[in-house]
């Protein structure tokens, strides 16, 4: 999982990324290919 400033290049990286909140943190997440992994810093 890559840890990041901003996730707005990240979200474009692939089709399936997704942008989540969980317990105040941003995630990206993609089913389909998970080595898209990302967090907001």
Known sequence: M???NS???LKQ???GCRVIRRKGRV???NKQN???KA???
Do not use: A, E, N, S
């Open 2 to 4: 890559k840890i990041v």
């Open 7 to 9: 996730l707005k290049t």
């Open 13 to 15: 990286r692939d089709k």
């Open 27 to 29: 995630y990206v997440i």
């Open 34 to 36: 998970p080595r898209f």
């Open 39 to 41: 967090r907001q810093g």
